[in-house]
C-alpha cells in the first residue's frame, strides 16, 4: 500500500492459508486406431458403454487397442483417448442432397470432405444441383454402414417417410414451415443409426431447422440448419448451397457414402499421442501403450513421460513375441525387448510381459490381447483403496477377465525376467492372476528403480509445484519462504501419516535464499524424503530345537 500523509486507519488484509493440494494421480490417457470419433483431440470415456458409443466397437483390425481400453474401464472410470488416423487418406461419408427443381433426390458426394472435429471444418465444395451436404461426424467407414439421413421438405413432410412406413409426422412434434421464400423453408431431418448389437435401426436425432442463415427459434436462438447442427449433432454436419435459391428435395433414410479411414502408422500413432504431451494443458498421470507395442511407439511414449516428469508409461513386450513359443524362448524375448529393442531407461515407464486369451462379444471371436490396460487399471485400484505410493503388486487386485494366459513363467524365469527389469504376470493358484513386479527401466540401482517410489515422487513434485505457483511474483523475504514452509510441512505429514515416506524435512531459509539467488529473482525450497519401501523379498527362518530347550538361549547364540 502507499504511504498515508494524513491521520487515517487502513484494513488490510494477508493471506497466511496456503496449503498444498493434493494432486489425482488416476488420469489414464491412450491413442490408437478406432473406427469413429473425433481426431485431433482427446475425448474423455467413463465407461465400456461410453467407449462403443464415442469410437465405436473393435473390428479385426482394432480390437487390440479397444480392448486394451475396454478392460482398463473395468478398473476405472477416467480414460481418455486420442483417436489415431491415417489423414492423407481419411474421408466423411456423406451424401449430397439436390433441389426439389431437380430430379435426383440424393447422390454421393463428388469429393468427400475430410473433417477431423468440430474445431477443423474445412471449406465445402458443393457439387452441380447440389442444395445439402449431410457428411458424417467424424472420418472413417462406420458413417457408410452404420448412419442413415432422411429429410422433408414443407410440401412433403405431412406424408414423407423416414424409413419402412414410418413417417415423419408421427415423429416429429411440429412441422416445418414455409419461409419468406423457398430458400429460407424450413426443413425435418432424421438421423437413423443402427444397433450394435443387431440388425435394427434407431432414430438418434430429431431437426427442424432453417436454409435461412438468419432465421430464430421461439427463444431468440439461431435456428439456421448449419448452426444448429453443425454445433449439436452427434453424428453429422449439415452444409447448405446458398447460390442455389431453392428448398431441398425430400427422401426416405439414405445410407451415408464414401466414408475412408486408411491404416493409422507409426507417425498417426506418434500425432495422436502428442495430444498428451503439454503437462500445462492437460494433467495426466499414466499413459499406456494399448496394444501399440511397436518399439517406435512405445519409445515415443517414453518419451512424452520422460519430457513431462509427472506421468509414468506402461508397456508391454508384444504378444507376438510370447506367443506359439516355448516358454524359455518367450522370456528370453522378453529380456531381448527390454534391453535391445525398446532399450530406453527411465524411472518413468514399467515393462510387463503377458498376454491373456479373452472373448470379443461384438465379434463373437476370441482374442489374445497385451495388458497395458489391465496394469494401468490395477495402479488405480492400487492407488484408490490405498495410496498411489503402494505397490501396484501383488494380491491387492487381481488381474479381471482373463481366461487364459500365454506363459505362466516359473521362479527361475521371473528371476531371469526381474534382473533386466521386465515385470511378469502370473497366474497363481487359489490367488488369481496377480502382477508379480513393479520395477521401472531405469538402468542403475536407486529407490527410483521401483514404481511406487516414482509414482510417490510424481506426487510430491507435483502437488508441492502447484502450491507453488502461488509464490511466483511474491516478495522473497522470510515471511515468504516461511510462508512456503509451513504449506508443505503439513502435506508431508499427511504423506508420512499415510506410509509413504518415512522421514522428511524441509529447507527454506537464507542458507538456500542467499542473496545471489534474490538478486537473480529466484527462490529455492529444498525438500528431502525417504521414501517407504515396498516388500519384495521375504525370508523366513525355521528352527528345530530340542525338548526342554529355552528358545532365549537358541535366539542369544544366533543358531
Known amino acids: 500500500m502507499g504511504f498515508s500523509v494524513s491521520p487515517s486507519i487502513t484494513v488490510r488484509e494477508f493471506d497466511a492459508s496456503m496449503v498444498v493440494p493434493v494432486v489425482s494421480t488416476v488420469i489414464v490417457g491412450a491413442a490408437g486406431h478406432f473406427h469413429w470419433g473425433p481426431v485431433g483431440e482427446k475425448k474423455q470415456v467413463t465407461s465400456e458403454n461410453d467407449l462403443r458409443a464415442y469410437f465405436g466397437t473393435p473390428t479385426a483390425t482394432n480390437y487390440e487397442t479397444w480392448f486394451n481400453c475396454a ?7 477416467n480414460l481418455w483417448i486420442s483417436r489415431a488416423i491415417d489423414s492423407t487418406t481419411a474421408k466423411n461419408a456423406g451424401i449430397g442432397v439436390t433441389y426439389d427443381a431437380y430430379g435426383v433426390n440424393t447422390d454421393p458426394i463428388s469429393t468427400n470432405p475430410y473433417i477431423p472435429n468440430s474445431s477443423s471444418i474445412p471449406v465445402i465444395t458443393f457439387g452441380t444441383n447440389e442444395k445439402l451436404q449431410l457428411v458424417a461426424a467424424y472420418p472413417g467407414t462406420l458413417g457408410n454402414t452404420k448412419i442413415k439421413v432422411a429429410v422433408a421438405n414443407v410440401a412433403d413432410f405431412p406424408t414423407a417417410e423416414i424409413e419402412n412406413g414410418v413417417t415423419f409426422i408421427k415423429n416429429f412434434e411440429y412441422a416445418p414451415v414455409a419461409g419468406t421464400s423457398t430458400d429460407k423453408d424450413q426443413i425435418a431431418v432424421a438421423v437413423l443409426v443402427q444397433n450394435d448389437m443387431d440388425t435394427n435401426w434407431t432414430i438418434v436425432e430429431k431437426w427442424v431447422v432453417s436454409l435461412d442463415s438468419t432465421a430464430k427459434d421461439y427463444m431468440g436462438k439461431s435456428n439456421y440448419i448449419e448452426n444448429v447442427i453443425n454445433t449439436q449433432s452427434q453424428w453429422i454436419y449439415a452444409f447448405n448451397n446458398t447460390t442455389i435459391v431453392n428448398t431441398t428435395n425430400s427422401f426416405e433414410a439414405v445410407l451415408l457414402a464414401g466414408g475412408v479411414e486408411g491404416a493409422p502408422d507409426t507417425g498417426d500413432l506418434q500425432t495422436a499421442y502428442d495430444q498428451f504431451e ?28 520422460d519430457e513431462r516428469k509427472d506421468c509414468m508409461a506402461i508397456l508391454c513386450v508384444p504378444k507376438d513375441q510370447l ?16 534391453t535391445t529393442t525398446l532399450n530406453k531407461a527411465s524411472s518413468y515407464v514399467a515393462l510387463y510381459s503377458q498376454a491373456k486369451w479373452m472373448y470379443d462379444k461384438y465379434n463373437d471371436d476370441w482374442r ?19 495410496q498411489a505410493w503402494y505397490p501396484p503388486a501383488g494380491d491387492y487386485c487381481p488381474v479381471r477377465n482373463v481366461t487364459k494366459l500365454a506363459i505362466n513363467p516359473k521362479k527361475s524365469h521371473r528371476d531371469t525376467m526381474y534382473a533386466a527389469a521386465v515385470n511378469p504376470i502370473v497366474g497363481l493358484p487359489g490367488q488369481g492372476i496377480l502382477v508379480y513386479g513393479q520395477k521401472t527401466l531405469q538402468s542403475y540401482p536407486s529407490a527410483f528403480d521401483r514404481v511406487n517410489v516414482r509414482r ?3 506426487i510430491l513434485e507435483k ?41 522428511y524435512t524441509v529447507i527454506c531459509d537464507s542458507t538456500n535464499n542467499t542473496p545471489a539467488v534474490i538478486d537473480t529473482n529466484g527462490f529455492v525450497g529444498d ?24 528358545f532365549n538361549e537358541i535366539i542369544r547364540s544366533g543358531q
Open 71 to 77: 478392460e482398463f474401464l473395468r478398473y476405472g472410470s
Open 278 to 305: 503439454n503437462p500445462e494443458e492437460f494433467d495426466i498421470s499414466i499413459l499406456i501403450d494399448a496394444g501399440n507395442t511397436d518399439a517406435t511407439t512405445q519409445g515415443y511414449i517414453v518419451d512424452i513421460c
Open 323 to 338: 506367443l506359439n513359443v516355448d516358454l524359455a524362448t518367450a522370456v528370453t524375448n522378453s529380456v531381448t525387448w527390454a
Open 368 to 386: 489374445w490381447i497385451s495388458m497395458s490396460g489391465d496394469v494401468a487399471g490395477v495402479y488405480v485400484v492400487t492407488e484408490t483403496g490405498l
Open 456 to 458: 510417490l515422487f510424481i
Open 463 to 503: 502437488s508441492i509445484a502447484t502450491a507453488a505457483k502461488h509464490t511466483l511474483f511474491k516478495i522473497n523475504d522470510t515471511y515468504t519462504q516461511n510462508l512456503w514452509k509451513l504449506s508443505v510441512e503439513p502435506f508431508l505429514k499427511r504423506v508420512m501419516a499415510g506410509r509413504g515416506i518415512y522421514a
Open 527 to 550: 525438500v528431502y524424503v525417504q521414501p517407504a519401501r515396498g516388500i519384495e523379498y521375504i525370508q523366513l527362518n525355521f528352527t528345530a530345537v530340542g525338548t526342554g530347550v529355552d
